[in-house]
Nanobody
């Protein structure tokens, strides 16, 4: 079992930057993948980007390519999402997740979810 906690969400203005952090605990993450999702009311939870834990291979969705960047720190069991040039449509609850593979994450079949952190972008 992996436990995840997100942090860093807050209210920002259009064009601002923001960094989110996910901290994992409970067991070794080496053979899995971590990723970020977001969700707005009435919408499905949207996969944004994921990364294989051991090799650091990322996978980005087109909606965030060029603006968001994922990274992980193997020594601290943390994963970060650097978000630049934020837009009002980025407003959502952002979740981190751990799963067996990137495929499992994209299928919304993670082993563990964080509880989410709110990101609000004003125009």
């Amino acid at each position: 079992q992996v436990q995840l906690v997100e942090s860093g969400g807050r209210l920002v203005q259009s064009g601002d930057s923001l960094n989110l952090t996910c901290t994992g605990s409970g067991r070794n993450l080496t053979y899995g993948a971590m990723g970020w999702f977001r969700q707005t009311p009435g919408q499905e939870r949207e996969f944004l980007v994921g990364i294989t834990w051991s090799t650091g291979v990322p996978q980005y969705m087109n909606s965030v390519k060029g603006r968001f960047a994922i990274s992980r720190d193997l020594t601290k069991n943390t994963m970060s999402l650097k978000m630049d040039n934020l837009k009002p449509e980025d407003t959502a609850v952002y979740f981190c997740a751990f799963g067996e593979s990137l495929y499992k994450l994209r299928r919304r079949q993670p082993e563990s979810w964080g509880q989410g952190t709110q990101v609000s972008v004003s125009s």
